[in-house]
């Protein structure tokens, strides 16, 4: 079993910064895949960035160059670094990883973002 805890979300104005938090249950070295999904009213769950177990990290089109994935494995800890908000980044933010062959999800935290 894994817990997953996010963190950090808000209300900002766009162009501002947030960072989302994602703590782990468990060593984070044990996870194959570690990702950031959102979720915005009326939409599909969508994946925004995920690391895999070597290191490599993908994104999705709409927040290339925005967003950084990162983790912190002395702290199980997962991040993603939002700048440059937009109002369409409004959405739960959850944070799931691949472990022992099945997907585990935190409690999602809300980011809004004003124009």
């Known amino acids: 079993q894994v817990q997953l805890v996010e963190s950090g979300g808000g209300l900002v104005q766009a162009g501002g910064s947030l960072r989302l938090s994602c703590a782990a249950s468990r060593s984070i070295l044990s996870f194959n895949k570690m990702a950031w999904f959102r979720q915005a009213p009326g939409e599909e769950r969508e994946l925004v960035a995920r690391?895999?177990?070597?290191?490599?990290?993908t994104y999705a089109d709409s927040v290339k160059g925005r967003f950084t994935i990162s983790r912190e494995s002395a702290k199980n800890m997962m991040y993603l670094q939002m700048d440059s908000l937009k109002p369409e980044d409004t959405a739960v933010y959850y944070c799931?990883?691949?472990?022992?062959?099945?997907?585990?999800w935190g409690q999602g935290t809300q980011v809004t973002v004003s124009s």
């Open positions: 799931n990883v691949y472990f022992n062959w099945r997907d585990y």
């Open positions: 690391l895999d177990s070597g290191g490599g990290s």
